[in-house]
């Protein structure tokens, strides 16, 4: 897309001590370390030659509209207060996503990857009990209380930043549960189910309210997340669609949009740090 460096990794690097449940695959893992291992190459190049960021997405992602560029996310070099975001991470109502979001090239970025890549060795317990894994290990360390992470400063909060799912990482379902809580991510893709991108939604019982992270036309990518028996069922109508380069998806100007909706969200974002620093009587100054 758009002449980026791409890494695409089919290999699992990781042994045993991070992942010792036959069933589950190592790719989760892998994921950390392939990270990690890019970033600390491209920060021993010299600052003229290196990469400035990196964009992770899973296997499982689609781009819909190859116009956006990646760069209109990025907080602005220019903007002197943003200098210390190093990760965009969207989230949902599982919490943090790690299937999309974006890294800096910096050293913070290679502690936490450390943090995360280490998380199952040191915290098997834990892991046993969790639904996601590097998921989990991203959510444990940035935000829960007892993270090393978040003893730190602003518990951390200066170094990341939760962003849209939208921008990023749509989902192709409104809700993931019906009403009577059954997870349609389990269900094989029908014509019902196949969102068309627009305020119009599968019936799903629980009403007609549009959730901020559906997928609409002219997102950037598709995250097929959740739907792992049937995911083929699932990315093939979506494959399809994203091969036609129909307008209302393949969409140059919506970017003009987003340009403006990502302005305003920095905006915001500087706006509640000076205040949070002011409540806190933190003296550094942004
Ligand atoms: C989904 O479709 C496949 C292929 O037609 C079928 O083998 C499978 O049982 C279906 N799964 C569900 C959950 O309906
Ligand atoms: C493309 O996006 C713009 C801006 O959101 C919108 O006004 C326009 O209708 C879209 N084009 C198509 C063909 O959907």
Redo the contacts with the bound molecule.
Sequence with gaps: MRGYIHHISTVEVVGDLSENDPRRPRGAWSKPALLLSIIVAELAKSESERLDWIFWFDADTIVMNPHTPLEIFLPSESIAELSNVHLLMPSNWDGLNSGAFAMRVHPWSVSLLSAVLAYPVYLPRKLEKERFRDQSAFQWLLQARDSPLTKLGMGGRENWVEVPMRWFNSLPINNAFSRGWDWIFNHNMTDELFDKGTDEVYDDGNGKKIQPWKIM??DMVLHCAGASNVRDSWMEGWLRRAESYL??WS????R??LKIEVENFWSNIIRFTKRLLKVKGLSITI
């Design positions: 036309q002219g307008p209302e969409n140059a100007t919506k003009e949009d």
